[in-house]
C-alpha cells in the first residue's frame, strides 16, 4: 500500500462525489465515524450523510491546493489534511477551507473515514 496513493485517490475521489452526489458519501462513514462540521458534531453514517445533504447550496466545486498525509497507527490509519477553495454556484467568491480525515482499513482491503473535520478559512 503506497499511502501517497491513497490518500490522492480519496481525495478525488470523496471531493468528486461530494460536489455531484453528496448522499453517495455515506459508503465511506460507519457508525463509529464523527464529522465536526464548522464546531458542530456528528456521529454514524445516517447523521452525517444527513447533515452534508442538507447543506444549503446545491452546487458547489471544490479546488485542492494541498493534500498532506502521515501514516497512522498499527493497523494502517492514514491522516490525511486538505485545503483548496469551495465554490458556491452562483457566489463570485471562493471560500477556503480545510479538512481532516482520519482514514481506517476494513477487512475487505478498502478505508473508511472515521473522524472528518471540516472548517471554512475566514481571512
Do not use: W
Amino acid at each position: 500500500m503506497d499511502p501517497e496513493a491513497v490518500s490522492k485517490a480519496f481525495v478525488e475521489h470523496y471531493y468528486s462525489t461530494f460536489d455531484t452526489n453528496r448522499g453517495g458519501l455515506g459508503s465511506l462513514y460507519q457508525e463509529s465515524s464523527m464529522l465536526t462540521f464548522e464546531g458542530q458534531k456528528f456521529q454514524g453514517s445516517q447523521s452525517i450523510t444527513g447533515k452534508l445533504t442538507s447543506l444549503p447550496f446545491q452546487q458547489c466545486q471544490h479546488q485542492i491546493s494541498t493534500v498532506d498525509f502521515q501514516p497512522s497507527g498499527p493497523v494502517g490509519g492514514m491522516l490525511v489534511f486538505v485545503s483548496g477553495n469551495l465554490q458556491l454556484a452562483g457566489e463570485q467568491h471562493a471560500l477556503k477551507f480545510s479538512q481532516m480525515f482520519h482514514l481506517m482499513p476494513t477487512p475487505q482491503g478498502s478505508f473508511y473515514v472515521l473522524n472528518d473535520i471540516f472548517r471554512l478559512n475566514y481571512a
